[in-house]
């Protein structure tokens, strides 16, 4: 059973952004400060990704762990009211994120996955520091097409 109404839960859902968020700001400051440059949310790729680094051929998404039912995660909960509607969004953006990255590997471009978690909960500022460390060594090798960074 859901704890707020109807019209709280919509005001709450209507109040969570899909750019701009406080884990993308953080991988996009601390890889500003590591020398990268990038472009943001760029519609002219598909499936807009979150960061895109044409110098190498790569593109980084920032997933929440939430909104992209990431499986076995702490962060992940399914939602008990309305599961047919939740059951069929969470498929949705799973064969989205899918089709994406097969388009990108098509493309020969390099994919990297941040899941939240990766940079969430305690000593997120060392965890923030251990994922940048990840993205520029995969940056820096171009023999790896893929990187997906989680917490669990």
Known sequence: MDTLSALARHK????IRSKNTTPEKLIRSALFKAGFRYRICDKRYPGTPDLVLPRYYAVIFINGCFWHAHKDCEYFRFPKSNKTFWKKKFAR???????????????CWRICVVWECAIRGKNAKQKIDQVIDQIIQWLEIPDEPFLEISGN
């Open 93 to 107: 953006n799973k064969e989205r994120d899918k089709q994406t990255i097969k388009n990108y590997q098509e493309k």
């Open 12 to 15: 709450n859902m209507s109040h």
